[in-house]
């Protein structure tokens, strides 16, 4: 399905831009997305994946990944039945929605990617996607997440009344999209046309490499020492005294506040808000925690990790730069995937595609109740995050904050994905070049996940 998509936004961009008269337009957008593909997702992406590959890597060894894995057994294993419960693979997939649930895109990449590594050892046709690996991406996709931190700081920095209205909306969408995406995944892998061609299966594990699969190294047998009491008591010290710094950060006075700013700026995009002190409403404690949990999430995780496997008996340095290495590997993997997919965007973007399919769309839509100044960012969100994130802004600016079609377009934002990057990244990973249906699963999340959001704040603000 890549293949046709990919073609016709080619061909579209070539055509609209020598009709329109922006064929200049075509060829910046082609070279200008080409240079950010490698520049500045790319090559940015090895210093994380090495952190967090490194991280895994003890999180592995020592037991934790497949303890976790267990905790969430019947629910991983009724998504994924394809999948032992005890493979790796879980694991790592099961702390690549908990990072995304939390918002920190900047830890779910790299495990995501590692969850997709993890899964490729168990594909006996490598180039083509298994049902699991699209199963993944469709929940990728789906975009779930508990607060929509992007869209609140703009609805926030443009003045508005209650820019955490859209949380609640945006949390029933997401479920609307999350529960679409799997529900079609499910159903499109019976297709005919979406099936795993068996007879490909011999030629294509002669091209595999097993060998050289982080996951067939983490197989070794390696059994970690039992935690002892004195390592029990260490790891409970840990645990409350995060509960205590949560506690103090939540109810601290507004002096704390300035406290926090510097780790905040470390951790999150300038974009994303510290949380707000001076208001004690419920609602406002909850998405304080919330928003603090966030926070602290990555400190957390770079002390229980290495903290745990060095109770444990593993070798803490020794295996996180072994686990570190993968992090340069798998980054360049993905340059031609997401160059080909960017360009094809960039192109179609700069020959006016965006603009044209809103005329067309426009007149059929409007009648529906779907607001025309929509239609933009719906059409853009699929394919460029920071293109979406401009659009969003300038409706907030020409509409206002709290107009309805501002909070469908909040609501909106935090319930969807940018689909095409997700699969280029995660696909480009492990050479899988036959997506089947995980971009069409990944689309009807999209699409579920817009309609719903009109929907939902059509009842509640409309």
């Given at each position: 399905?890549?293949?046709?998509?990919?073609?016709?936004?080619?061909?579209?961009?070539?055509?609209?831009?020598?009709?329109?008269?922006?064929?200049?337009?075509?060829?910046?957008?082609?070279?200008?997305?080409?240079?950010?593909?490698?520049?500045?997702?790319?090559?940015?992406?090895?210093?994380?994946?090495?952190?967090?590959?490194?991280?895994?890597?003890?999180?592995?060894?020592?037991?934790?990944?497949?303890?976790?894995?267990?905790?969430?057994?019947?629910?991983?294993?009724?998504?994924?039945?394809?999948?032992?419960?005890?493979?790796?693979?879980?694991?790592?997939?099961?702390?690549?929605?908990?990072?995304?649930?939390?918002?920190?895109?900047?830890?779910?990449?790299?495990?995501?990617?590692?969850?997709?590594?993890?899964?490729?050892?168990?594909?006996?046709?490598?180039?083509?996607?298994?049902?699991?690996?699209?199963?993944?991406?469709?929940?990728?996709?789906?975009?779930?997440?508990?607060?929509?931190?992007?869209?609140?700081?703009?609805?926030?920095?443009?003045?508005?009344?209650?820019?955490?209205?859209?949380?609640?909306?945006?949390?029933?969408?997401?479920?609307?999209?999350?529960?679409?995406?799997?529900?079609?995944?499910?159903?499109?892998?019976?297709?005919?046309?979406?099936?795993?061609?068996?007879?490909?299966?011999?030629?294509?594990?002669?091209?595999?490499?097993?060998?050289?699969?982080?996951?067939?190294?983490?197989?070794?047998?390696?059994?970690?020492?039992?935690?002892?009491?004195?390592?029990?008591?260490?790891?409970?010290?840990?645990?409350?005294?995060?509960?205590?710094?949560?506690?103090?950060?939540?109810?601290?006075?507004?002096?704390?506040?300035?406290?926090?700013?510097?780790?905040?700026?470390?951790?999150?995009?300038?974009?994303?808000?510290?949380?707000?002190?001076?208001?004690?409403?419920a609602q406002n404690i909850a998405l304080r925690t919330v928003g603090t949990l966030s926070?602290?999430?990555?400190?957390?995780?770079?002390?229980?990790?290495?903290?745990?496997?060095?109770?444990?008996?593993?070798?803490?340095?020794?295996?996180?730069?072994?686990?570190?290495?993968?992090?340069?590997?798998?980054?360049?993997?993905?340059?031609?995937?997401?160059?080909?997919?960017?360009?094809?965007?960039?192109?179609?973007?700069?020959?006016?595609?965006?603009?044209?399919?809103?005329?067309?769309?426009?007149?059929?839509?409007?009648?529906?109740?779907?607001?025309?100044?929509?239609?933009?960012?719906?059409?853009?969100?699929?394919?460029?995050?920071?293109?979406?994130?401009?659009?969003?802004?300038?409706?907030?600016?020409?509409?206002?904050?709290?107009?309805?079609?501002?909070?469908?377009?909040?609501?909106?934002?935090?319930?969807?994905?940018?689909?095409?990057?997700?699969?280029?990244?995660?696909?480009?990973?492990?050479?899988?070049?036959?997506?089947?249906?995980?971009?069409?699963?990944?689309?009807?999340?999209?699409?579920?996940?817009?309609?719903?959001?009109?929907?939902?704040?059509?009842?509640?603000?409309?």
């Amino acid at each position: 399905m890549l293949n046709y998509l990919w073609l016709a936004l080619v061909l579209l961009a070539a055509i609209i831009g020598a009709a329109t008269g922006r064929i200049a337009e075509v060829t910046a957008g082609a070279f200008q997305m080409a240079d950010t593909a490698v520049m500045k997702i790319a090559l940015p992406l090895v210093g994380i994946m090495a952190l967090w590959l490194g991280l895994m890597r003890l999180a592995e060894r020592s037991g934790l990944v497949q303890q976790l894995a267990r905790a969430l057994r019947p629910i991983m294993r009724r998504l994924f039945p394809e999948v032992p419960v005890e493979h790796p693979a879980m694991g790592s997939m099961v702390m690549n929605m908990a990072a995304n649930m939390l918002g920190l895109s900047n830890a779910a990449t790299p495990l995501g990617l590692r969850a997709m590594r993890d899964l490729e050892t168990l594909n006996k046709t490598p180039g083509t996607a298994t049902n699991a690996m699209c199963t993944f991406l469709a929940i990728n996709t789906s975009s779930i997440q508990l607060i929509p931190t992007t869209a609140i700081a703009i609805l926030a920095a443009q003045q508005s009344k209650d820019p955490t209205a859209i949380v609640g909306t945006a949390f029933l969408a997401t479920i609307c999209s999350t529960i679409a995406g799997v529900s079609a995944v499910k159903w499109m892998q019976r297709w005919r046309i979406f099936r795993i061609r068996t007879e490909d299966a011999p030629a294509a594990a002669a091209l595999a490499h097993p060998a050289s699969s982080p996951t067939a190294e983490s197989a070794l047998p390696f059994e970690p020492a039992p935690l002892t009491a004195w390592g029990r008591a260490a790891l409970g010290l840990m645990a409350a005294g995060f509960a205590a710094v949560l506690a103090w950060m939540v109810i601290a006075p507004a002096g704390y506040h300035a406290a926090t700013a510097t780790l905040h700026t470390q951790i999150f995009p300038s974009h994303v808000p510290l949380p707000t002190w001076e208001d004690t409403s419920a609602q406002n404690i909850a998405l304080r925690t919330v928003g603090t949990l966030s926070l602290l999430a990555v400190p957390f995780l770079l002390v229980l990790f290495p903290l745990y496997a060095s109770l444990r008996g593993v070798k803490v340095y020794e295996e996180f730069v072994e686990g570190a290495k993968e992090g340069f590997q798998v980054a360049i993997r993905i340059i031609p995937f997401l160059v080909a997919i960017l360009v094809a965007i960039g192109m179609f973007r700069g020959a006016g595609g965006i603009e044209a399919l809103k005329s067309a769309l426009a007149p059929l839509l409007t009648p529906l109740g779907f607001p025309p100044d929509l239609l933009p960012m719906v059409l853009v969100r699929p394919l460029s995050g920071s293109a979406t994130t401009a659009l969003f802004a300038e409706l907030v600016q020409r509409l206002g904050p709290d107009a309805l079609t501002t909070r469908m377009a909040g609501t909106i934002f935090g319930s969807t994905e940018t689909t095409f990057y997700v699969i280029a990244v995660y696909f480009g990973s492990v050479a899988v070049r036959r997506a089947r249906h995980a971009v069409a699963a990944g689309l009807v999340a999209d699409f579920v996940g817009v309609v719903a959001s009109v929907i939902i704040c059509q009842l509640m603000f409309g």
